[in-house]
């Protein structure tokens, strides 16, 4: 399927629900809108972007628009924590400061606010970054969906660490630090009332001291990514668009629970493409690939650290592929972007 | 009238569109349930933190949910740039990287999302501060009213600037760069189709290159603040609270064009109490008072510059005055806050 782009030809075009999944309409969105209008250049999207003239110092931000405001494993809070860190994490940093900007709907229970605002700053407190600075904004009932959360975090890097989704190599060996789906389906189990919010949790933590246990590890360490919209497969798709080379992963080793996939099959999605919140993958160099997996494992959250797949010799660049059960490949699309909304 | 404070006791208690209108509402909300939370310390309240361990940078975020999204003058866009140069401008910073983080009404026309960009990538430009990373969510018809944007900025101080709320000083100057009540009125004459949108338009504008001129002033410089929310009123009554001193301004001096008296008369509204986008008020040491005039008149946006009062010398703390036309003098109250909803 091809999406048309904007231009004056098409002025009756509007936003869709899709442009904001993280997938294929995402990526045009930006494209072809967003960044000629911001002067953007070209290069490699980042989780987060190095701040002029301080190279140490990374920036990121999130906006935050879950539904529902509570899950089981978290809420609209402890996510606008742990997803802001995790971008920063993901650019080798650790985080020193917060931003949150509200905006709330009027109406709101006070109650829920306090609630959500408590799980924020223990979130933020659990991992180590202070709230420096905040906005509240209020909307007229029916103006904003109960509550939304921007936060935007400034981290520091790790000396040893430069990761960049434009530095994969061949021969890669590609690390997952712990099972998927966990996130997405759990919102969306709770959002639609589907019986699975039982037995998962959303997996929401934040990453950035699994990141440091990998900073011994230094320039071997390649990419760093968190699977969150558009899932693995997203995730994937980017680095290998960005560092011009094929991605192949073993579907035998790719970790998803089995309420993820119940729910999966129910729901009719693939489980690569479902948010995740609290994992991350890893592209090593292949000599180092063990003793990057015994460093994810010391700590809790990345106690289920495996090794998924590599980064072929030779493939076509961009492609991600995916080993079957049976021993076929199948091609692991960029999600066109319209499965999950509101999920993060 | 008193705000009852948020307690168990008042769990039925909901959000209230004053308390997002920057007045005492506001004010309540941030001291008795988000600072809590969030384990803030006291202290005054400034437009922009410190980042720890750099004491040369400073972070601000705000969120922009104004409507209509257009308006004489500027637009989202260019309010989202404007908003956060000018919070970093006035704790005497130049500013180095602004995030922009999008929150969009599916639905909405990728042509005005494209002008609303064009814009926002102009006002950057023209404040010569890029734009470095992004993020663009996208919710549901009818849970979010078109387009709510975020910027966060970063930005370096002046070396020899250091204002603060808190600095305000017996026998200071009490300085405007410009006129007041053009931002407030010219979105609620336009939201509301007043009439009166021919006649005014916001002064939405940034304000580093006018703090810029106040740098050879130095520590003579006691307090920089842009009176947005809650205008004039809320700004000088902060200043005053939180550096524990009376203010006493001139009905007389202070500039309030025709058109916003007007629009302030028919709407009942204070013009004190009107939001701006374009003007500051600067404390400034008697003696310094003259120099930072002329050093405010060197540029368009400071070239209405005018002094309308002082820092009583034995006033009691916390109060604002004015001096009327007649010569009788009242209170200059902090507004409650429900006056003016989405004006930024």
């Not at 999944?21 to 002067?39: F, K, Q, S, V």
């Not at 509570?70 to 802001?84: K, M, N, Q, R, Y």
């Not at 969306?188 to 246990?213: C, K, N, Q, Y």
């Not at 998803?256 to 999605?269: H, I, K, M, Q």
Request: aromatic fraction near 2%; charged fraction near 20%.
């Amino acid at each position: 399927m091809t999406i048309q782009c904007p231009t004056p030809h098409h002025d009756d075009e509007v936003v869709l629900l899709g442009h904001g999944a993280g997938g294929r309409l995402t990526a045009e969105l930006l494209d072809r809108l967003i960044l000629p209008a911001l002067d953007g250049g070209p290069g490699p999207m980042e989780d987060a972007a190095l701040l002029p003239g301080y190279r140490e110092l990374v920036i990121s931000t999130d906006s935050f628009v879950v539904s529902p405001l509570f899950f089981p494993g978290g809420d609209i809070g402890s996510l606008a924590v742990h997803g802001t860190v995790n971008d920063l994490a993901m650019r080798g940093a650790w985080p020193l400061a917060l931003s949150v900007s509200l905006i709330v709907e009027e109406g709101l229970p006070l109650a829920e606010l306090r609630a959500v605002l408590s799980s924020l700053g223990k979130a933020a407190q659990d991992a180590g970054v202070p709230v420096v600075t905040g906005d509240t904004k209020v909307v007229g009932r029916g103006a904003a969906d109960r509550l939304f959360i921007n936060t935007t975090g400034i981290g520091q890097r790790h000396g040893s660490l430069h990761p960049s989704a434009a530095l994969a190599r061949p021969g890669d060996a590609v690390l997952l630090s712990g099972p998927v789906g966990l996130h997405g389906t759990t919102v969306l189990s709770t959002r639609e009332g589907l019986g699975f919010e039982g037995d998962i949790a959303s997996d929401t933590r934040p990453l950035h001291r699994l990141v440091g246990t990998l900073a011994p590890l230094g320039a071997d360490v390649h990419v760093l990514r968190d699977p969150t919209r558009g899932g693995l497969a997203a995730a994937l798709n980017e680095i290998a668009r960005d560092s011009s080379v094929a991605v192949e992963i073993e579907e035998s080793a790719v970790p998803v629970p089995g309420a993820v996939a119940s729910a999966c099959d129910l729901l009719g999605l693939d489980p690569l493409v479902v948010a995740n919140e609290g994992c991350l993958v890893a592209f090593v160099s292949a000599d180092a690939a063990e003793g990057a997996l015994r460093a994810m494992r010391s700590v809790a959250e990345g106690a289920g650290a495996v090794r998924i797949g590599e980064v072929l010799p030779d493939g076509p660049a961009g492609r991600v592929t995916l080993r079957t059960l049976v021993g076929a490949r199948r091609i692991v699309e960029m999600p066109l972007g319209e499965q999950l909304p509101r999920i993060c």
